[in-house]
């Protein structure tokens, strides 16, 4: 079945750095893709998304680019801050009836000043 | 504007006890409603999802219900709690089947 796996954790950064979190996917049809974005205590909120190949979902500095050839969906940022710390979660919705948005298991970004 | 509400934010019940976790979803007509489970270390488990006034498919078998008594209200139950029901409960609803999902503040249930 479709899936989604994301780099583990945590991700330790110090301030301004350059972030990369890796996501990779598998899925049978054409899926959209999300990067949701949790801090402490809280829910869930969608930071990006992309729905077809070649897309761009970009929010708050960071992006990420639907990547067919290489089932990928990379989030990256150019330089962090203390306030970006939080859990990132890689989505994939296999845009079928019936069916749910398949997370991965989250990586823990931390921002040190 | 669309808004979800879920209660209570924060719950310690000791094991074999009953449980009712609610969520309530406004401005919108119809929507998809889900329940996630976040266990330490395991990402989010996808627990119950409904497409209407009671109907609800169940992810994972074990001694959660879900029920959906209303358009726009979605209760999350358990009649004896086990101490592996800790966990942070998000509530969830989308227009559509599997698009984008807008979550609750979420639900922090600790077993004893």
């Known amino acids: 079945g479709d899936s989604v796996t994301q780099m583990e954790g945590p991700v330790t950064l110090s301030e301004e750095a350059f972030l990369t979190i890796n996501c990779t996917y598998t899925?049978?049809?054409?899926?959209?893709l999300f990067w949701y974005v949790q801090y402490p205590g809280e829910g869930l909120q969608l930071l990006l998304k992309?729905?077809?190949?070649?897309d761009k979902g970009s929010n708050k500095g960071f992006e990420a680019t639907y990547r067919k050839e290489t089932t990928s969906f990379h989030l990256e940022k150019g330089s962090v801050q203390v306030s970006d710390s939080a859990v990132y979660f890689c989505?994939?919705?296999?845009?079928?009836?019936?069916?749910?948005?398949?997370f991965g298991k989250g990586t823990t970004l931390s921002v040190s000043s | 504007s669309q808004t979800i509400h879920q209660w209570p934010a924060t719950l310690v019940q000791p094991v074999g006890s009953p449980l009712s976790l609610e969520c309530t979803v406004e401005?919108?007509?119809?929507?998809?409603l889900y329940w996630y489970r976040q266990a330490a270390g395991r990402g989010l488990q996808l627990l119950f999802y409904?497409?209407?006034?009671?109907?609800i498919s169940s992810e994972v078998p074990q001694n959660l219900s879900a029920s959906r008594p209303q358009d726009r209200q979605f209760i999350l139950s358990s009649k004896k709690l086990l101490l592996s029901d800790s966990g942070f409960y998000l509530c969830?609803?989308?227009?559509?089947?599997?698009?984008?999902?807008?979550f609750g503040e979420g639900s922090r249930l600790t077993v004893l």
């Open positions: 401005g919108t007509s119809n929507p998809n």
């Open positions: 992309a729905t077809k190949a070649d």
């Open positions: 899925a049978t049809g054409y899926p959209s």
């Open positions: 969830a609803w989308s227009l559509t089947s599997a698009g984008e999902l807008f």
């Open positions: 989505a994939l919705s296999p845009n079928q009836a019936g069916t749910a948005l398949i």
């Open positions: 409904s497409v209407g006034i009671g109907q």
